[in-house]
């Protein structure tokens, strides 16, 4: 018995021998997920501002410019599965990072005591060039085919920019009349400030002459009804951070509707009429026409006020009043642009140029009086056209079709300091 309780206490030490000591489970190393250059904004003070950052296993750098290099170095992170954080005391402030990792991006917050900036990465070094691509929108009767000018950021704002009255091309051209391009030299302004912008040709123009009505089914509602599209694709889009309307001429009256149907952060309006349209016709016709073609086309907008319909109209006043765009031009007398602007609460930018020959100063200054919490600019030697040009008719007109001109450096500063 003895032997063999000898044997089984050999063997059991053999065994013994043999295993190999348990060793704690190493620890998951998530750093490769996270390690290397990331570029993206920041909202800071109500901006977007591009940042960069280098992360490795222990640290962590974040730099950004608004109007100097700021930095912050983070010498203890600590990596989880899909997140990073860490933290650093510094003039005697605790800052906090922390981010989370989803779809290749780190969406995450960085925060001084109190205050908290969201920001949104994505790998690479930041090299920030400008793109256009198509932003197309579903509206009545089909697609509207709209570009997008974006800085290559992962999240930005983005501003609408709304045509004015006539065959009005994205790049702010009336067709078939030569090239300002005024919308365009915005756009390239905006996007200089890290600031996206979509434009477009109005519908029944250009990329959009598919989506033209019969012209007698045409309103000015169509219109309207268009941006608002546009805003609400533009909200689910998560590469805009907020969405703005810029509207000019006539579309600073689209802008206007626009903003009390749909939530938006900023709006300017840019030589828009601070009267109902009827009113701004009578205006503008008066110089231009002897006394019995005034007298009809004075009859002929108070019928459309009414509701009633011009069937015999004389040639030199068929262009604005034919019976095919009648329903049109009285859509369009409905709306007062003063008791739109009155209702709105959005951040309100209203500018106007002295050498506008269209549309006043006065008329900014109506919109002003309507809306007293808007910011108001009127621009020595500004035009319609939003460009530098004197008072003198010819001199004046020849800037509507000189692409070479830039916009107004005044009208610049003025937006600039609106989106800061």
Same mark, same amino acid.
């Given at each position: ?5 000898? *044997? ?20 998951? $190393? ?87 900036? @969201? ?34 950021? @992962?999240?930005?704002? *983005? ?66 009804? $268009?941006? *608002? ?46 009267? @109902? ?47 095919? *765009? ?95």
């Amino acid at each position: 018995m003895k032997k063999y309780v000898v *044997v089984i206490m050999a063997l059991l030490l053999l065994i013994g021998c043999t295993q190999k000591p348990i060793e704690p489970p190493t620890k998951e $190393d998530y750093t490769k997920e996270f390690i290397g250059d990331w570029h993206g904004t920041m909202r800071l003070q109500g901006k977007d501002v591009p940042i960069e950052a280098y992360l490795t296993p222990e640290t962590a750098e974040i730099s950004w410019t608004t109007k100097e290099q700021q930095k912050a170095k983070f010498s203890q992170i600590t990596y989880e599965e899909n997140s990073i954080s860490g933290s650093i005391i510094r003039d005697e402030q605790e800052i906090d990072v922390e981010a989370v990792l989803k779809d290749n991006r780190l969406e995450g917050t960085y925060r001084v005591s109190e205050e908290s900036y @969201p920001f949104t990465l994505v790998r690479g070094e930041l090299e920030i060039d400008s793109k256009e691509e198509p932003f197309n929108v579903s509206v009545k009767g089909g697609e509207l085919t709209t570009t997008l000018l974006s800085p290559q950021l @992962p999240r930005l704002p *983005v501003y609408i920019i709304i045509g004015g009255s006539g065959p009005t091309t994205k790049d702010g051209n009336t067709e078939g009349m030569g090239k300002n391009n005024s919308y365009l030299q915005l756009a390239e302004v905006l996007a200089e400030d890290n600031i996206a912008s979509i434009r477009f040709d109005k519908r029944g123009v250009g990329d959009n002459r598919q989506l033209g009505l019969a012209e007698e089914r045409m309103t000015f509602v169509d219109f309207i009804d $268009d941006v *608002v599209a546009i805003v609400e694709a533009a909200k689910k889009d998560e590469r805009f951070s907020e969405v703005n309307l810029i509207g000019h001429s006539e579309g600073s009256l689209i802008a206007f509707n626009v903003a009390q149907q749909q939530s938006v952060n900023r709006l300017i309006s840019l030589a828009g009429a601070g009267r @109902p349209i009827d009113e701004v016709l009578l205006e503008q016709l008066k110089p231009r026409l002897d006394s019995k073609l005034m007298h009809e086309a004075q009859i002929i907008i108070e019928k459309l006020k009414q509701g009633e319909r011009v069937d015999v109209v004389s040639e030199p006043l068929k262009i604005l009043f034919r019976p095919s *765009v009648q329903p049109y031009m009285a859509s369009w007398m409905r709306l007062n642009p003063q008791e739109t602007i009155a209702d709105l609460t959005v951040p309100l930018l209203v500018v106007n140029g002295t050498t506008d020959l269209q549309v006043p100063p006065t008329d900014a200054e109506l919109l002003k009086q309507a809306q007293p919490k808007a910011k108001l600019a009127i621009i020595e030697g500004m035009n319609h056209v939003l460009k530098e040009a004197p008072a003198e008719l010819e001199a004046n007109r020849k800037t509507y079709t000189d692409d070479t001109l830039p916009l107004h450096p005044k009208l610049i500063e003025e937006i600039e300091a609106f989106i800061e």
